[in-house]
């Protein structure tokens, strides 16, 4: 069965970095849509970054610039370098794959979820 599972959460501080990783297994990694989102307690989530088959990436306006998103298909892995942290993005940080990328941020019915890994920036 597919399962994602993240990592690289914690804390950190304002100006700082980190870098999240998401391995998969039990899916055709090398050609899906894969993603970020986060969730801030309160609020729905939202999309962070998306990178497809080809690599081609996509960020939310609010971390374009000091994100970045990649990934090693040999190792099934999906990462997010952080850099330059500020308090507001603090947040659980989930990985989602598709089988492809459509419009956005747009995840379709048979789409996959981590769990998600709190990431604390004070």
């Known amino acids: 069965h597919v399962q994602l599972v993240e990592s690289g959460g914690g804390s950190g501080q304002a100006g700082g970095s980190l870098r999240l990783s998401c391995i998969v297994s039990?899916?055709?990694?090398?050609?899906?849509?894969m993603f970020w989102f986060r969730q801030i307690s309160g609020k729905g989530r939202e999309g962070v970054a998306r990178i497809d088959g080809d690599g081609d990436q996509l960020y939310a306006d609010s971390v374009r610039g000091r994100f970045t998103i990649s990934r090693d298909n040999a190792k099934n892995t999906l990462y997010l370098q952080m850099n330059n942290l500020k308090p507001e993005d603090s947040a659980v940080y989930y990985c989602a794959a598709d089988e492809y990328c459509t419009q956005g941020f747009v995840i379709g019915t048979f789409g996959y979820w981590g769990a998600g890994t709190q990431v604390t920036v004070s």
């Open positions: 039990g899916y055709t990694f090398s050609s899906c849509c």
